[in-house]
């Protein structure tokens, strides 16, 4: 079993930045491939990030992109999200995500593959 404990949220305003962490425990970090997912009010769960498991690949979805920076510091087992240029649009509660991977380029941008979840930090961006 593996354990994620994310830290970071809080109200900011629009145009600031925020670095979220993700502090994984239970097993062997760098054997999991892992993920940013965010939940707004009244929408879905939707991923914002993802990175495989040596950080060979990353992926940033289109409404973050040029703004958040996924990254991963395999030595300490934490996940970050750094988040720049924060929009209103970006208020979510921000879940990280660890799915088991033996590929050191694999990284995965669908919910379903995602065996276990932290319990999420809320990010409130104020105009």
């Known amino acids: 079993q593996v354990q994620l404990v994310e830290f970071g949220g809080g109200s900011v305003q629009a145009g600031g930045s925020l670095r979220l962490s993700c502090v994984v425990s239970?097993?062997?970090?760098?054997?999991?491939?892992m993920g940013w997912f965010r939940q707004a009010p009244g929408k879905d769960r939707e991923l914002v990030a993802a990175i495989s498991r040596s950080s060979e690949r990353t992926y940033e979805g289109d409404s973050v992109k040029g703004r958040f920076t996924i990254s991963r510091e395999n030595a300490k087992n934490i996940l970050y999200l750094q988040m720049d240029s924060l929009k209103t649009e970006d208020t979510a509660v921000y879940y990280c995500?660890?799915?088991?991977?033996?590929?050191?380029?694999?990284?995965?941008?669908?919910?379903?593959?995602?065996?276990?979840w932290g319990q999420g930090t809320q990010v409130t961006v104020s105009s």
């Open positions: 239970g097993r062997t970090f760098t054997s999991y491939a």
């Open positions: 995500a660890a799915k088991a991977s033996t590929s050191n380029i694999a990284l995965f941008t669908a919910q379903s593959f995602y065996a276990f």
